[in-house]
DNA sequence: GTGAAAGCGCTAACAC
DNA sequence: GTGTTAGCGCTTTCAC
């Protein structure tokens, strides 16, 4: 292992200034600079992140940690905060806490606090007060993504109107029986994000005089599965059908889809149908939807939290700017047939 | 921030002490162990890792390489190989490659040089002669998931086998005009998968004395919307459609059984399909198919790397059982209709 | 079984 | 702009 020590005899200079010139903190002429960097690469020099890290406190890395990893939502954050970080120098430390809350626990006693990482990533995850206190006692900041944490900076989309304009857009095109496929009781452990969008959802009927029907309201569990189940129950009833679907997610649109073409019915013709997330498969199925930016937000996460690492270094990112959604129509929706 | 002076003096002992008693390594009496342990639980106490790595070269901690991450199969490697990592207290560092070379380069230069991982799993990814010089240069164990790389141990099904089996299943089922979805030349960057595959079934048929019909093999790129559009073209055609299909993933498998719906064929009455996987959707879609178990192969190949770093210390890794693989028959296939 | 002390390789004052 | 040097917080010989 070469170390920086050879470096600076080679290029003739103390460590220090390798240290500076390589690093970019503190000033180096530009002849030494480039005297430097030749000696490194000649070299196969590569600073020892441990000891750098040591020395300086900080890790070049930070933890992003998920609840699950085989979902379209959280593996797109992932990978946008990914490629930002990438850009930037850093490290992605991956926790996924699938499975027992003993994995949790170990993540956050042994893991996140074990001065691994320089800031969080929570994806869609509710954190107990007492680990939120933990990473800010050791000042590490934290960004959440896909849902609001209580006294925490959090990316999240408005679901109350995204469920509502995805609603609205069933009764501009004239449907008044719109049914809604959301999250069950058991699914809102992350954020009430299925109940926001089911309060979206009522706001939108409420709003045009429509009263709710308990019957137009199925649980699922944001899965093709799950989605699928819960249309054929819609769907196959001999009185009051639907004319129209708000799913909470586009997996469960999809599976809505899949139901009534199983049922013999076509949609859009017999049913249109509405998601939310534009789901990578969305397009493939025609599936109008509401899109939200998953990659985006993992990006926009990484650099809120690089410029609380690095204050001023950055371009200033507009912290208050709402996260963007866009209703895509494609060929599920479409006015009620006669 | 507490560190291990603290703990060592409320406890009594040596920081050495404390050292040895945390960390397992070195004899400590079990009423010093003890004692060590509860002054630890009651300042707080963890290890600062980048201390502990500085000093010991060890860093509890392995680079997972991976050439997309929304995709079933590699979040599912990457799923296995976190939870074999966080039950021996090791961290997950993702590289996600997608992107550019640029980004590849800049993971090798600066990222898994930094000694920033003790080992790295890259999972279906051919990684170059210099790649792999440089990583065993550093003394870095490597073990690849998905696709042999050559001169590294890896953990792949053997896909001519599997694919064979695949197709033979068609073959004892009465089929004869079995078509082949398989992967382009442009999707053969990695591994020769998809070339392994089709070897695969040729063999298949061939043995069975059936030629080879060129009309019969369709190119896709692994999406469910690339094997509709193949699926399309071949049961489309007015004559000479196929009875089967051998798909070379489950993603084109269920971008088949998509198709011949849309077409208004039923399957496996018109046509018998086939996939390999065992991906999340095939139950639902009622595939048959060929189950590998990524979820396995990153847990295995997690033992194996720690097999490497701490060689004795775990059970035996078995190392050279094959990956095992499960012809699972459902409703997409059966004897060809009159 | 336990302690003393010498590093691990770098960064950041502080001097010049 | 550059060099000197004291740590960063552990682990690990080497004594005892």
Redesign the interface.
Known sequence: ?IGIAEVARYAGVSTATVSRALSGNGHVSPATKLKVETAARELGY??????S??ASGR?K?IGVVVPF??R?FF??V??GA??AL?RN?Y??????L??DGI?RQ??F???L????VDAVIAVSLELTEDEIFRLHALGKPLVGVGGLIEGVRTLAIDDIAVARLATEHLLGLGHTRIAHIGGSQHYDLDFHLPTNRRFGYEAALTAAGIPLDPELDEDADFT??GG?HAAKQLLGRPHGRPTAIFAASDEMAIGSILAA?DLGLSVPRDVSIVGIDDH??AE?FGLSTIAQFPQGQGEKAVEILLDQLHPGQHDQVELNTPLPVKLIVRSSTARPGE
Chains 1, 2 share one sequence.
């Open positions: 292992m590569v600073v020892s992140s441990t000891a890290s040591l890790m890395n990893l085989n379209w593996t797109s992932v990978e990914q490629r990438l120098g490290d992605l430390t991956l926790y996924n699938t499975g994995e170990s993540v006693e042994h893991f606090l074990r001065q691994r093709i599965q699928y073409r990578e498969l493939f």
